[in-house]
């Protein structure tokens, strides 16, 4: 943070790095600590226990691999975005992803002065390219095997529910990627006869007046509502 002028993971994840050591050595830490060296959040484990026994499915935007790790049925998962996890190639030569946590534990073990060697600088094993983190940010993002199955299963399940009574439950979505999840779940709560839509966000809890009396918004921390619900 002192060297760079960063304040924040997200913003510093942007930063034109001047060499692949300091890149790595930075992007080894982000991934560390949001992927590997992370417990499991509350607010996800609440929530896991509000829809245990219903029949329910996430799609989430987060790459951080917590709905997992706190229980949720990985059949039951469609992460568009990737996973902090895996590595890809930079051009996408190839729609193979790699696990990351060897790598970057050892780059977390053998960074010094915000770089890692040389040596464990990632290399694609296709064309001898850059790697990067299966992240969507460009037109190279890696749609594996996993993530088309992931899809379909989410499609599936919109198709196999849309008549269904159905619950829309977008939580801290804001206006960064709203195509993704929020202005989806706006249309589908519209053309869903038995459909509702809540919204859980500090201050950007809102709907559109076509859906308002099919909707819910709830201008506070997700934590804190969760945590109340699981005492009713």
């Known amino acids: 943070m002192k060297r760079y002028g960063m304040k924040d993971m997200y913003s510093a994840g942007f930063y034109p ?12 830490k982000q991934i560390y600590l949001n992927r590997y060296d992370v417990e499991k959040g509350k607010p996800y484990l609440d929530l896991l226990d509000l829809v245990r026994e219903k029949d329910y499915f996430v799609l989430t ?36 992803l790699y696990d990351n946590e060897k790598i970057v534990r050892e780059m ?24 990067e983190v299966n992240l969507r940010c460009d037109q190279y993002f890696v749609e594996d095997e996993n993530w088309e199955k992931a899809s379909q299963r989410y499609h599936d399940y ?4 849309k008549n269904e009574k159905i619950l829309f439950l977008e939580l801290g979505v ?3 990627t709203p195509s993704i999840i929020k202005y989806p779940f706006w249309k589908m709560t519209s053309q869903c006869k038995e459909a509702f839509y809540v919204c859980l966000n500090v ?7 076509e859906i308002r009396r099919k909707s819910l918004c ?7 509502v969760f945590a109340s619900l699981k005492g009713c």
Request: with cysteine; proline share 4%; glycine share 8%.
């Open 158 to 161: 919109l198709v196999k529910n």
């Open 218 to 224: 709830i201008n506070a921390d997700i934590k804190y």
């Open 108 to 131: 977390v073990r053998q960074q010094t002065d915000c770089k890692i060697p040389s040596s464990l600088v990632p290399k694609c094993p296709v064309c001898g390219g850059n790697m």
């Open 17 to 28: 790095f001047g060499t692949e050591e300091e890149k790595w050595a930075y992007w080894s």
């Open 203 to 209: 201050n950007e809890a809102w709907a559109p007046k």
């Open 174 to 176: 804001g206006a960064n």
């Open 61 to 96: 935007t987060n790459v951080d691999h917590q709905f997992e790790l706190c229980g949720f049925e990985a059949e039951r998962i469609f992460a568009t975005q990737g996973d902090y996890g895996f590595f890809q190639c930079a051009k996408a030569c190839h729609k193979k």
